[in-house]
């Protein structure tokens, strides 16, 4: 059974950081790609970054360039997101996601999320 399980969210105020993990079981974890998705209320669900089965390529959504990083540990089965310079349009409840074409947006299994809020 895949599990994907998200920790790390919290609130923080606008230009804080904090780093998403998620630990996954049940799958090959080093030959899948794996990424995070966020959705707020209201709003449709949006892909944030994601990073290729090696580790050797990360993508980010034009909105978090610069300012977020991927990472991922396949001796731990994880990925990270690292996040920084957060403001208040970031808040949303971040999923991490996986499937063969994770990195196009087609995720097959994600986790349940972990809230973020960013306000003053």
């Known amino acids: 059974q895949v599990q994907l399980v998200e920790s790390g969210g919290g609130s923080v105020q606008p230009g804080g950081s904090l780093r998403l993990s998620c630990v996954t079981s049940g799958f090959t974890f080093d030959s899948m790609p794996i990424g995070w998705f966020r959705q707020a209320p209201g709003k449709e669900r949006e892909g944030v970054s994601c990073?290729?089965?090696?580790?050797?390529?990360?993508n980010y959504a034009r909105f978090v360039r610069g300012r977020f990083a991927i990472s991922r540990d396949n001796g731990k089965k994880s990925v990270y997101l690292q996040m920084n310079g957060l403001q208040p349009e970031d808040t949303a409840v971040y999923h991490c996601a996986t499937g063969p074409d994770a990195c196009r947006d087609e995720w097959t299994h994600w986790g349940h999320g972990t809230q973020v809020t960013v306000a003053s």
């Open positions: 990073i290729s089965a090696s580790g050797m390529t990360q």
